[in-house]
């Protein structure tokens, strides 16, 4: 009996139900990226990190673009969602916060975690010039899936030396981990990162944790386009509970 090898049509022009198969397939291997990652455990259901994003402030892209040799393009476009394990929550409104800055008082660095994230005058805290960052102790050791930063994002600036990082102690000596950085010059000394620079938006950065198990989170910058200050609106952090 003469067995006969079927060959799979071309893949081009696929009919919608083996789009549809497809689409499954990627959602398949995203799933198995993310577990392969170490960003959760093989029973996580996984579901894309929901943001409750403040309105634009500004319209379109920016037309003045910084001489930055390591500058983002901009998109229009929504950012594409991060998945994340179902259950995770922020973790920020009840950390403690503190920072490098001498100059924010304590009710001021609570603007940063009380959930509102208008660039308005009273609601955005500034941090003094120079390389400074806002210290979050979330009290234990949390998996953390994401970190998201709103800097000032009144008008289309770009911030420096975003840096953000992850400790098992106050004083960052630690286990200390980086999860983003776009210091690509070193000027805030605590390495090069090849991270791109970004302009601000009321989307805010969203850093992936990838379920970096840490109790301390430091979210650094060096001011910006627009400001030798280092303005922040509101930083979230998104994990649960050690496993
Ligand atoms: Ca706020």
Redesign the pocket.
């Known amino acids: 009996m003469n067995s006969v090898r079927k060959t799979s049509p071309p893949d081009f022009q696929l009919p919608p139900r083996r789009k549809l198969r497809g689409l499954a397939v990627a959602a398949g291997l995203l799933t198995l990226t993310a577990l392969l990652a170490g960003r959760a455990g093989a029973a996580d259901e996984l579901v894309p990190l929901v943001l409750k994003l403040p309105a634009p402030m500004f319209i379109g892209t920016p037309k003045d673009m910084p001489a930055s040799p390591n500058l983002e393009k901009p998109s229009d476009k929504p950012r594409p969602p991060l998945l994340v394990p179902k259950g995770v929550s922020n973790l920020a409104p009840a950390s403690t916060v503190t920072t490098s800055s001498t100059n924010a008082t304590a009710a001021n660095l609570r603007?940063?975690?009380?959930?509102?994230?208008e660039p308005s005058d009273a609601?955005t805290?500034m941090l003094r010039k120079g390389t400074q960052f806002l210290q979050f102790d979330l009290g234990a050791a949390y998996d953390l899936f994401a970190v998201v930063i709103w800097h000032s994002h009144d008008s289309p600036k770009v911030y420096h030396d975003v840096i953000v990082r992850v400790a098992d102690d106050a004083e960052f000596k630690t286990n200390v981990r980086t999860l983003f950085n776009n210091d690509f010059d070193d000027s805030s000394h605590l390495g090069a990162g090849t991270d791109r620079e970004y302009f601000e938006s009321h989307e805010g950065r969203l850093v992936d944790a990838k379920g970096a198990r840490a109790r301390y989170v430091r979210t650094y910058s060096k001011g910006s386009t627009d400001s030798a200050l280092n303005e922040y609106?509101?930083v979230e952090i998104y994990g649960r509970p050690a496993q």
Request: proline content about 0%; glycine content about 18%; cysteine-free.
């Open positions: 603007k940063i975690v009380d959930g509102s994230k609601g805290v609106t509101e």
